[in-house]
């Protein structure tokens, strides 16, 4: 009897769930959002709240004495210098991976078909599914003085367009893999995926009959790109910013593979909570990314950036 009970009212909880799709959707998002929750925004907010306590450069020790001294170090020219040279970067290669995502983007949104796609799906999303490390690592062979890229260079005889770069104040620094110009490289191959998937899906859904209404009305090829294409697909260009932006923002791994030894917001915060235990620094340097991410966001939206993703 008892067990009969305890299965008709499982029956009734069930056929309940069944019967309310919020009840059920409640259930299904739970899990993955308590675990965001707790381990992801909870840590950040730890981190956050450590952002106003005190660090004893002679001890070496955390205080819980609350202060805004950590916020005032950020205003400091050696900490200005590393945010607004990790900002530079971040839309620098944002920059060039917009330009290079989207003549690739174009093709196989309205050329590509059949197998092509799939390819060109497969050939996009094949580095993605690499190791970072493993990706990054190999870019430091790749760019060593007796590399692949030397190599290319000094058969097409471009090594001395190469040295060139190289000497240039704020891209130089000895050879590609100790210069900002490897870095930006690298951050461009490695995060062009993820500009490369949302343009192409802003340009799927652009209808081939307002570009060929326009054809039928005398307007050239460039002036259709440019008044119908273009405007449609920028969404797209906004969203894959998003993420280019978002993750040069706070890498820490490549700036220290690559490069001169300036350092970045990801860099800073490595240090500061790894090798030297300032944890209070290293929350304020936090809260920089967290602020530019969320104006940027608060931007992307009202451009219609999430409409693309």
Known sequence: MPHDTARRGLSRLTDRVYLSPTLWLCLLLAPPLLWFGLVYIGSLLTLLVQSFFSFDDFTMNVSTVLTLDNYRALLSPANLD??????????????????????????????????????????????????????????????????????????????????????????????????????????????????ILPIQAALERVPGSLVQAAADLGATPWQAFRTIILPLAFPGVVAGSIFTFSLTLGDYIIPQLFGPSGLFIGTMVYTMQGAIGNLPMAGAFTLVPVLIIALYLSIAKRLGAFDAL
């Open 82 to 195: 590393v945010i607004l040279r990790t900002l530079s970067m971040a839309a620098a290669v944002t920059l060039a991976s917009a330009i290079l995502a989207f003549p690739l983007a174009y093709y196989m949104a309205r050329y590509a078909r059949g197998w092509k796609k799939g390819f060109f799906y497969v050939a996009v999303m094949l580095p993605m599914w690499a190791s970072y490390i493993v990706k990054a690592y190999s870019w430091t062979v790749i760019l060593a003085k007796g590399g692949l890229v030397y190599w290319f260079y000094r058969s097409f005889g471009l090594s001395g367009v190469v040295d060139w770069l190289l000497s240039l104040p704020g891209i130089g620094g000895g050879t590609l893999a100790t210069s900002n110009l490897g870095r930006f490289t690298v951050f461009t191959y490695i995060w062009l995926p993820f500009m």
